[in-house]
């Protein structure tokens, strides 16, 4: 293996390891813990888990390990108010570690360039969800961007497994394997429509097998219902929508349906003009409604993780060197604000919620001065994708900063909004 890549490996690695031994969200890792104790202690399912049930069987399974050492007679410790204790927090993490050690060798064998697969491993945001805060995005992510790196050799069908593992992680890797539906539907291949059904129905059905006796009731009330807003349901929010209208918990905003049709017609347009082979098409679509779900949609700050892989991979493919870049700084930007405006710098590091730095953080509606960046950031990512390629420069950092003090001076010292 090239030096500089193993190197690089190791430093994410590595750091990825280190901050997880010690950091974790508690709330979140604290209910990722409570599922865990609660299977292999009384043997009962967590049909309340708080996400997709793969995330929760891929969990448990790591989880033995730990399991392993506890009968053992291993004792762990815990790390000040952290509901998990230090081996058992970095053990659930260890998917999302290796999930990220996959999507770096993915990109870089793809790609053929260390740097892109780089600002990916490398970058902030990814570290800072994987090691610092627990989040399992990145379980989500691999299959998906395998998915697009077989629909560029051509292997539709294996690409449609890749894309409905990612939706069982999360759902939004049916967004790519819907519009392949769509393409096949309107192009008349009506027996690859036929597979592809079969193969979303067939993995679905193998993946909630567990829940059949007892649990779906249970699943669509508590993650359903909360995820699609379908009973009036609602759920924290961080958009910009919420933001102004001064919401803290919102349900889906109507325009999510809007701006879902509005990027089915495009990519219908675009695939029966013929204009773009079908991984750019599915590409630039899957990256516009990640930007929509991010503005219209009870979004969370981890979502905008989504957009760092696929602008790389759009960027190669597309030559657009500008936009694997602003990918890096988009990440750079966005661990700051979660940092910073929604958790503050000690939350994940004691468990504890404390302004360090008064200027940064703890600041009043600064709800908003996130919501208004993000989207700053978010129409700046589609400038890049959209525009003509264009190198990162450093007006870009200006401009975001610039974009972030304004809602900094408007809504946190003058108050001209109120939440």
Same mark, same amino acid.
């Given at each position: ?19 997880? @031994? ?49 009968? /053992? ?92 593992? +990612? ?69 924290? +929010? ?38 773009? +082979? ?20 009870? @979004? ?15 960027a190669f493919i597309t030559q657009r060197d500008g936009l694997a ?12 604000? @979660? ?19 008064? /200027? ?30 264009? $190198?990162? $420069? ?26």
């Amino acid at each position: 293996m090239n030096t500089k890549v193993l190197a690089t490996l190791l430093v994410g690695l590595v750091v990825r390891i280190e901050i997880a @031994s010690f950091a974790g969200h508690p709330v979140d890792m604290g209910l990722f813990t409570y599922s865990a104790r609660l299977y292999y202690e009384t043997g009962r399912v967590d049909t309340l888990f708080p996400s997709l049930p793969l995330v929760y069987y891929v969990q448990l399974l790591f989880y033995s390990l730990y399991a392993v050492l506890r009968d /053992a007679g291993f004792a762990d410790r815990a790390f000040l108010y952290h509901p998990a204790y230090m081996v058992e927090g970095l053990i659930l993490r260890i998917p999302s570690i290796l999930a990220d050690l996959g999507i770096f060798y993915v990109l870089l064998k793809f790609t053929g360039k260390l740097r892109y697969a780089a600002f990916y491993l490398l970058n902030p945001f990814t570290i800072y969800l994987t090691g610092a805060w627990g989040m399992y995005d990145s379980l989500m992510m691999l299959p998906l961007v395998t998915g697009f790196v077989l629909v560029a050799r051509n292997q539709m069908r294996f690409a449609s497994v890749s894309f409905v593992i +990612s939706g069982l992680f999360k759902l939004f890797g049916f967004i790519p394997f819907g519009l392949m539906m769509i393409e096949n539907l309107f192009q008349k291949r009506f027996k690859e429509f036929a597979v592809q059904l079969g193969i979303g129905t067939g993995l679905t059905a193998l993946t909630f097998a567990p829940y059949f006796q007892s649990g779906l009731q249970d699943f669509y009330v508590g993650f359903v219902l909360r995820f699609l807003g379908g009973s009036g349901a609602l759920s924290r +929010s961080y958009n910009i929508i919420a933001a102004f209208s001064g919401l803290r918990f919102t349900g889906s905003s109507p325009f999510a349906w809007v701006a879902g049709a509005a990027v089915i017609g495009a990519f219908v347009i675009n695939r029966r003009r013929r204009s773009a +082979s079908s991984l750019k098409s599915l590409l630039l679509w899957s990256i516009v409604a990640a930007v929509s779900l991010n503005i219209f949609t009870q @979004s969370q700050p981890q979502w905008l993780s989504w957009l760092i892989p696929l602008s790389i991979l759009y960027a190669f493919i597309t030559q657009r060197d500008g936009l694997a870049n602003f990918s890096y700084f988009f990440g750079v930007t966005s661990t700051f604000l @979660s940092i910073t405006l929604l958790q503050t710098s000690t939350y994940l590091v004691t468990g504890v919620p404390s302004a360090l730095f008064s /200027a940064f953080e703890g600041l009043p509606d600064a709800l908003i001065v996130n919501a208004v960046t993000v989207l700053g950031m978010l129409v700046m990512l589609l400038g890049y994708v959209f525009l003509k390629p264009t $190198k990162f $420069k450093v007006e870009v950092v200006v401009l975001t900063a610039l974009v972030y003090l304004q809602a900094y001076f408007w809504f946190t010292i003058m108050r001209i909004i109120v939440v």
